[in-house]
Structure formats: C-alpha cells, structure tokens
Nanobody
C-alpha cells in the first residue's frame, strides 16, 4: 500500500521559513516524479514544484522560483520542500504527490497523494 505522509507545516511570520517533509512508503519510487502542490481556501490545486527521484532534477512554478527548494533523501525515502521568504499568499494546504510524468504540473499527472499539511503565513 502506497503511503505519502507530509509533515512540517505550521504557522510562521512573513519572511520566515519552513521545511516540509514527505515520507514515501509502499513501493519503489526510484522511477517516479515527486510533486508538491498547494491549495488555498476557495482555490484550485496549484503546482509548486517537482523532483525526479532518480537524478534529482527539479522544476518549479514561477511563484516558487528563488524561494523554494525541493530535495530528496534516498536513504530515508523522503522528499523535502524548503520554503524561504514566505509570504501571506503562500498560505495553503501543501500536498506531496507521486507520478510518472515529467514534468507533471496538473493533478491528473499524479497517481498517489498525501493527506496534506497546513501552512499559514501571518503578515
């Protein structure tokens, strides 16, 4: 059974940082793309960025470039989203997802999803 479990969300002031984790289990993810999405209240899921598990190639949405960094730890089967210079508009539930398409930027590109973790940025 595939499981993706996010953690690390919380409340932070504007300008602060958070690191989200996504622990993956249940299958071999070496051929997968791991994506991060977010959903703000009343809005659709928004692609944040993705990483190829094999090789570590990354891609980011314009809103994330220069502030967010995605990395992975093969030994821990965990993907990270380091978020710096956070803004109130980054407030959302953040999800990690696993899929096979590079670069998958829509929900339908991903087969497995975590439950999400809330990030709130106060002004």
């Amino acid at each position: 059974q595939v499981q993706l479990v996010e953690s690390g969300g919380g409340l932070v002031q504007a300008g602060g940082s958070l690191r989200l984790s996504c622990a993956a289990s249940g299958r071999t993810f070496s051929n997968y793309v791991m994506g991060w999405f977010r959903q703000a209240p009343g809005k659709e899921h928004e692609f944040v960025g993705a990483i190829r598990w094999s090789g570590g190639r990354t891609s980011y949405a314009d809103s994330a470039k220069g502030r967010f960094t995605i990395s992975r730890d093969n030994a821990k089967n965990t993907v990270y989203l380091q978020m710096n210079s956070l803004k109130p508009e980054d407030t959302a539930v953040y999800y990690c997802a696993a899929g096979s398409r590079w670069i998958g930027i829509t929900r339908t590109d991903y087969d497995y999803w975590g439950q999400g973790t809330q990030v709130t940025v106060s002004s």
